[in-house]
């Protein structure tokens, strides 16, 4: 049977001029709204009007060319750099060239140990207290945030693999009630100064921001400590691996403020941006019953171990589709160190390169029914028939997302588990609207009751030993 196609929530493009309008008027840091109906066409051009001159780069040429600089050229923006150093400070997210060769090198060994066969027993401990606390809001007919379980999820599943402790739930309220200041207030910086400040203008912060990011890593710095006081042997968790790296020219080891910075890049990278995809993951399986239904069929009732994960394709083609919709990392930001061309277009010093993900999902050359939720064309029946290049929620380049293959098995794994167990019901599903501000999130909270559509066995779910690793690569 053929589903009809579903149109999820999205901002309505205007002109340009309309939509720096829309921007300046609403004061929310959407920066969404600033892409006009053009950015949706064109595969490079200026993206409205700017005192430092705004570059989107849509064709998928050029965005690899510019994220694979070797160069410089292209560093990361100015402006991204400024408003997120008071949260991660010079770490391996915003830093650049020698810096970020010498974090990277001495990080990568870490990263190793991310072997999804290890971390699947944190993941499915985490996705069972989970349910258990969903199990509670059935019984009780409560009402909750989305947006909030899904982070505090993520951010359980991230601080077991990294720390390998459970996080405590007030912790994560305040964690995610701090980076929603933080995210905002972000894109309130973004949008005024993108437009109006020369390039290379120092970023102020407000005192609530900077004591966002405090709370944030005081946090991140307690768990920090207990590595430290720990004296781990480099092979415990990934906290205690970077703990005990050395810089092989120097044989320096990061200090406490370079943990906490490099840590914090792993936590918030590792839990808010997969947090976003599975917010509007489950808001679209909530309200299209046939693709949950089809979601249950697949993941049956039996326990679902490392292995079953892996054989979950609609549930992984789901959160495939749902990151090219709504993909985490909104904007990709680039600045031109010096005079540059691009595509044949000559862009001067300065100017903000723009490589736009959700421009490019949706860009109508490169895709077939753009703003569509349609799973299916990942299916390898259809993928072969995708523009090469024009999928991008991960990045691309060196700086691509590691954690890749970490967020595909986590969110087939939540969504199977969670959907084969719950009926989920969004309240108020017509005021849903996305805005991207550090990352794309709902404008406002989502919502939801659930209720339970069956009791669970207790041999239904997931086993908590670890399954054999997966091959490299």
């Not at 064109?42 to 849509?58: D, F, K």
């Not at 100015?78 to 090198?105: C, H, K, N, T, Y």
């Not at 010096?338 to 895709?367: N, S």
């Not at 064309?377 to 997302?401: D, H, I, K, Q, W």
């Amino acid at each position: 049977m053929t589903t009809a196609l579903y149109e999820p929530p999205r901002p309505i493009p205007k002109g340009p001029i309309a939509s720096l309008i829309r921007v300046m008027r609403q004061g929310d840091g959407d920066l969404l709204s600033l892409l006009p109906a053009q950015a949706y066409t064109m595969p490079i051009g200026n993206l409205g009007w700017s005192r430092r001159s705004i570059v989107i780069v849509n064709a998928p040429d050029l965005a690899r060319t510019i994220l694979t600089d070797p160069t410089d050229i292209y560093p990361k923006n100015d402006l991204m750099v400024g408003a997120l150093e008071p949260l991660v400070g010079r770490s391996i997210f915003v830093s650049g060239g020698a810096e970020w060769r010498r974090q990277r090198r001495m990080i990568d060994p870490a990263f190793s140990h991310i072997r999804i066969g290890k971390a699947f027993a944190a993941m499915a401990a985490a996705v069972d207290d989970h349910e258990e606390q969903l199990a509670r809001h059935a019984r009780d007919g409560t009402a909750f945030s989305l947006d909030l379980a899904m982070s505090h999820l993520t951010a359980d599943i991230i601080t077991r693999t990294v720390f390998s402790t459970p996080l405590a739930d007030g912790t994560a309220k305040e964690v995610y009630e701090a980076f929603a200041v933080f995210e905002k207030s972000v894109a309130h910086v973004e949008v005024r100064r993108l437009i109006f400040d020369p390039p290379f203008t120092k970023i102020p912060h407000h005192d609530h921001v900077l004591a966002a990011c405090a709370t944030i890593r005081r946090h991140i710095g307690d768990l920090v400590d207990k590595t430290l006081a720990a004296g781990g042997d480099g092979s415990a968790d990934i906290a205690a691996m970077l703990a005990t790296a050395k810089d092989e020219e120097t044989g320096a080891r990061f200090t406490r403020d370079e943990l906490i910075d490099e840590l914090g890049v792993f936590f918030l990278a590792g839990h808010e941006t997969t947090a976003s995809a599975l917010t509007w993951a489950v808001f679209i399986l909530a309200t299209r019953g046939e693709h949950a239904d089809r979601l249950r069929a697949e993941a049956g009732d039996g326990a679902l171990g490392f292995e079953d994960v892996r054989r979950l394709a609609f549930a992984r083609n789901v959160f495939k589709e749902t990151l090219r919709l709504y993909p985490p990392i909104t904007f990709i930001p680039r600045v031109a160190a010096e005079t540059a061309t691009i595509g044949g277009r000559r862009v001067k010093r300065g100017a903000m390169i723009m490589i736009a993900p959700w421009a490019i999902h949706r860009h109508h050359a490169y895709w077939e029914n753009p703003h569509a939720f349609d799973p299916d064309r990942f299916s390898p029946e259809r993928e072969g028939a995708l523009t090469a290049g024009a999928y991008m929620p991960f990045g691309l380049g060196p700086r691509v997302c590691v954690g890749a293959n970490f967020a595909t098995v986590e969110s087939a794994l939540i969504l199977a588990r969670l959907f084969r167990r719950f009926d989920v019901e969004v309240l108020a599903p017509e005021r849903v609207a996305p805005a991207a501000r550090l990352t794309t999130r709902p404008r406002e909270q989502i919502m939801v009751r659930v209720r339970e559509r069956r009791r669970h066995a207790p041999d239904a779910r997931a086993t908590r030993c670890p399954a054999s690793p997966p091959p490299p690569g």
